[in-house]
């Protein structure tokens, strides 16, 4: 029994509880203090809490599954090794720091593999529009989200980059300005002319 409650004790230190943003915020930077320390569950917990983002932006960049499921577990190595230089900077400071991990290795893989485009985007599941405020319909609506993302993977790679850090990932445009070495305007701006690409292209699908 004792061991149990001993478990508990240790994953409740790991995990934070839901609660508002400032109290989420909080509970992430205890967590990645401790896997700074090398503390196991907290090391799962961002596994748990980022893969399946960080495997979806992979997906985009590199249009095959098992490459972004081996780079995955090559970002998740990085971080790893890399955690106890990361410095919390205030809200959106891992988020940021995470990714910009994810798109270095990611880049990285693109030029080591030039291979021809293969047809992932037909299980729509794999890449959900995350929850973004100002959200566009262009992402949501017409043929699907599999015809959505072929689509955006045809696009120039900046607007390709962009819309996935804002609608996979999940990030602001400032944390997305953080991966990209730009200004969340730039961001803003890049994302705005890629979703009008992006819906003239839909419409264009049913003329």
Known sequence: ??????????????????GPVGDREDGLRRVV???????????????????ERVYRY???????????????SEVFLGVLRNLRN????????????????????????????????????????YLPVASVPGADEAL???AGLGEVWEKVARMPRTQREVLALRYIAGLSAEEAGEVLGKSGGAVRVIQHRALAALRREMRGSYV
């Open 1 to 18: 029994m004792s061991d149990s409650k001993g478990r508990d004790q240790r994953r409740s230190e790991a995990r934070p509880e839901p």
């Open 86 to 125: 990361f410095e919390w900077r205030g809200p959106g400071s891992f988020d940021s720091w995470l990714f910009r991990v994810a798109h270095n290795v990611v880049t990285t893989e693109v030029r080591k593999r030039i291979r021809h485009p293969v047809d992932l985007y037909g299980r729509a599941e």
């Open 58 to 72: 992979a997906l985009v960049g590199l249009r095959n599954h098992h490459d972004a499921e081996d780079v995955t």
């Open 33 to 51: 203090e401790l896997a700074a320390r090398g503390e196991r569950r907290a090391l799962e917990e961002l596994f748990d809490r980022y893969a």
């Open 140 to 142: 949501a609506d017409g």
